[in-house]
């Protein structure tokens, strides 16, 4: 194991009962890590696991063999919601409470049972200012807010904690071209300022290449090909590599 990695996935394997009784591997042996400050794409056409590994990272799923490593410890000897006050899942779609903004941002200190944050304090507004969170949204309904403002208050609420890293999946596929380019460059940030490692699975090659260090290309439950994004994209070295990246093309998320 490379004692760097913050999140480390090792040799999982995971499946899943098909239409027929029979079992249908999602993933077989993956072994995928991040290390702190930095961001890590996947990406791999719609089935390929993408989803599914990462929802492995915080326990939302269990895999039938293999381990998760957080700091060189098995995450199943962590509480669930230790590690995902420490390891949080930005889904696709923004779930807020409901309430205001401000209600929200306090929701996971509650959830936690500790002292909630001081939204004003210079810390805080820090955060707020590099997740593009205005501060005249905090008396607003957090649920009539657009699609990308409820995606960047979700990605505040989630670093108002102990978080070490970010798993986010699809976090741009419902945001036009302008804030989804806006939200890459708040993930590139936050790695750089906060050490933060995130986990981005995306289908949009052009988000990827914007804020990722790494890329790691998934085809049918595994890892086929891992290296700097802008190498693995520009000069892949596996033919499955190469057809995929020759056809990429928009999709809705992995169904995995």
Not at 11 to 30: A, Q
Not at 182 to 206: N, R, S, Y
Request: glycine share 6%; proline share 6%; net charge neutral.
């Amino acid at each position: 194991m490379n004692c760097r990695e913050l999140l480390l996935a090792e040799d999982v394997t995971v499946s899943r009962p098909g239409n027929d009784g029979s079992f249908e591997r999602i993933l077989e042996k993956t072994t995928l890590g991040v290390t702190p400050g930095e961001v890590l794409a996947v990406a791999g056409p719609s089935g390929s696991g993408k989803s599914t590994l990462l929802r492995l990272y915080n326990r939302l799923l269990e895999p039938d063999s293999g381990q998760v490593l957080l700091s060189g410890k098995d995450i199943r000897t962590v509480s669930p919601p230790v590690l995902r006050a420490q390891v949080l899942l930005v889904a696709q779609k923004p779930y807020l409470f409901p309430g205001t903004v401000s209600n929200n941002l306090r929701a996971s200190a509650r959830l936690r049972r500790v002292e909630p944050p001081e939204l004003h304090s210079p810390e805080t507004k820090s955060l707020v200012e590099m997740c593009r969170v205005e501060t005249s949204w905090l008396d607003r309904d957090a649920r009539k807010l657009s699609v990308g403002q409820q995606q960047r208050v979700c990605l505040l609420r989630a670093l108002l904690g102990p978080c070490k890293a970010l798993l986010l999946d699809e976090p741009t596929s419902a945001l036009d071209r302008q804030t989804g380019v806006q939200m890459a460059q708040t993930f590139k940030l936050l790695t750089k300022e906060k050490g933060l490692a995130i986990i981005l699975v995306t289908h949009d090659l052009e988000i990827a290449e914007i804020c990722a260090d790494r890329i790691a290309l998934m085809i049918s439950g595994s890892v086929i090909e891992t290296g700097p994004v802008t190498q693995v994209l520009n000069a892949p070295q596996a033919e499955a590599s190469r057809q995929f990246l020759s056809s990429a093309v928009p999709d809705n998320g992995d169904v995995a």
